[in-house]
């Protein structure tokens, strides 16, 4: 079973900066990718970034290209997200999750496994 464990949410003001973590351990099949998913109060939770693991390859969605960046280090087995000019529109629990798939997955049924997500609260 793999483990996911985020890090690194918090309040900040419009046009401020947040850095968020996700930490994994455990065992399970080959993950291939690791993801940032959002999901704002009454609303579907939405593809925000991927990246995989062996080549650092990345995807943005459109609410992330530009101000977001995703990266990686293998040997601590962690996946960052830098989150910068955060919008109050950005104000979601963001989680962290991973796939066996090898292309570039952006849809939640491709990831087979998540953290429990951080709360990224983003005031006006």
């Known amino acids: 079973q793999l483990q996911l464990v985020e890090t690194g949410g918090g309040l900040v003001q419009a046009g401020g900066s947040l850095r968020l973590s996700c930490s994994c351990s455990g065992r399970g099949f080959s993950t291939h990718t690791m993801g940032w998913f959002r999901q704002a109060p009454g609303k579907e939770r939405e593809f925000v970034a991927a990246i995989k693991w062996s080549s650092s390859v990345t995807y943005y969605g459109d609410s992330a290209r530009g101000r977001f960046t995703i990266s990686r280090d293998n040997a601590k087995n962690t996946v960052f997200l830098q989150m910068n000019s955060l919008k109050p529109e950005d104000t979601a629990i963001y989680y962290c999750?991973?796939?066996?798939?090898?292309?570039?997955?952006?849809?939640?049924?491709?990831?087979?496994?998540w953290g429990q997500g951080t709360q990224v609260t983003v005031s006006s």
């Open positions: 999750a991973a796939s066996h798939i090898l292309g570039m997955p952006t849809r939640e049924s491709n990831y087979d496994y």
